[in-house]
């Protein structure tokens, strides 16, 4: 069993490798649904939700990764899930 206390396991961290291996060893896996921050956001925000992008985390380095993500992300037409850590927030909104 695999579990988490920062969400589900197997989005946006390590936890998509196990699942990989079990599903190429043909281990069955089975998700036990539970809150989701991003679709709990979501379900309340008065966006149109009938699509949306979900990036997961931006790089967490200063750099041209960083800066070609939030480019890519800047450019979506849809609604977009992110996730950024509290002490980076004000300068990624800004």
């Known amino acids: 069993a695999v579990v988490s206390d920062a969400g589900t396991p197997g989005i946006s961290d390590p936890g998509i490798e196990l699942a990989a291996a079990c599903h190429e060893s043909n281990i069955q896996t089975v998700p036990i649904p539970g809150p989701c921050a991003a679709i709990s956001a979501l379900s309340v925000s008065?966006?149109?939700t009938s699509a949306f992008v979900y990036v997961g985390f931006l790089p967490s380095k200063r750099g041209a990764a960083r800066s070609q993500r939030i480019a890519e992300v800047s450019?979506?037409?849809?609604v977009v899930v992110l996730y950024e850590a509290p002490h980076r927030l004000l300068r990624t909104l800004l």
């Open 46 to 48: 008065g966006f149109d």
């Open 75 to 78: 450019a979506e037409c849809r």
